[in-house]
């Protein structure tokens, strides 16, 4: 199985001297072809900064990050744009829509940038709103639908270009429970149907229960790893309600 992220002595430091926060210290860590992994930590633990540095959205102070072989660090602006675009799918909290175009008009979006024709769009968009059950509703506008089926629009938009890597970033947490359970369940198909790298920072304990393998942070380390294993879903929530207590905080606590 390959390794689509590959990173090595991460280090994000912020500040100057005399007022110097180290967000990320000496993080090493791997995720292989098709992997579903969680990212979780209390407050302030790096998670989020761990997320933005991988995505490219910021830079890391030292340390290498490889994505599908290529080396993130060492990009221009104009070649990490098009990397970013090419093979990179977010999915962010608050959906990120434009609310003047219709569910197809925005997942489409990324592919016409590309400038890629319009009969391969047309397919990909129907194959990709049948999966996750939003084909009624592609003509609708973002105001028009709920929660839920602005996620998986959401979705859809992450996973179109095929990338190498899907970021989730607390994709559940302006969901109602319903709503929560039927992305979760989207993304963890995506994940074996379609074979789809997906790392997702959550900071709760239910989400993280459909990844098949969880990274603890703490104060910018990698504290502790749990395997899903041959463990049910319902097994696993609980063992990382445990994690969760032991590294220092109720589950609510993990924002």
Do not use: W
Request: proline residues 2%.
């Amino acid at each position: 199985m390959n390794t689509v992220v590959d990173v090595k002595n991460l280090r994000k430091i912020y500040g100057s001297k005399g007022n110097v926060y180290t967000a990320l210290d000496n993080i090493d860590l791997q995720i292989k072809e098709g992997e579903f992994v969680g990212i979780m930590g209390p407050s302030g633990a790096g998670k989020t900064t761990l997320l933005n540095v991988i995505s490219t959205i910021d830079k890391p102070t030292s340390g290498a990050i490889n994505i599908g072989g290529e080396n993130i660090v060492a990009m221009n602006e104009d070649k990490l744009s098009s990397f970013r675009r090419n093979k990179l799918g977010f999915i962010f909290q608050d959906f990120n829509l434009l609310d003047t175009l219709t569910l197809k008009e925005n997942i489409i979006l990324p592919l016409t940038l590309s400038r890629i024709k319009t009969t391969l769009i047309d397919k990909k968009v129907i194959k990709i709103a049948e999966i996750l059950g939003i084909s009624e509703i592609l003509n609708k506008y973002p105001h028009e639908v709920s929660g839920g089926q602005k996620q998986r629009a959401a979705a859809a938009r992450a996973i179109i270009t095929e990338p190498t890597l899907i970021l989730a970033d607390e994709p559940t947490g302006a969901l109602d429970s319903k709503s929560s359970q039927e992305l979760l369940q989207c993304l963890t198909d995506l994940n074996k149907n379609n074979e789809a790298t997906i790392m997702m920072v959550t900071h709760d304990a239910f989400a993280a229960s459909y990844c098949q393998r969880i990274l603890f942070i703490k104060d910018g380390k990698i504290f502790a790893e749990l395997v899903k294993g041959n463990n049910s879903r319902r097994e696993f929530f609980q063992k990382i309600l445990d994690m969760l207590a032991a590294i220092g905080g109720k589950n609510n606590d993990m924002i």
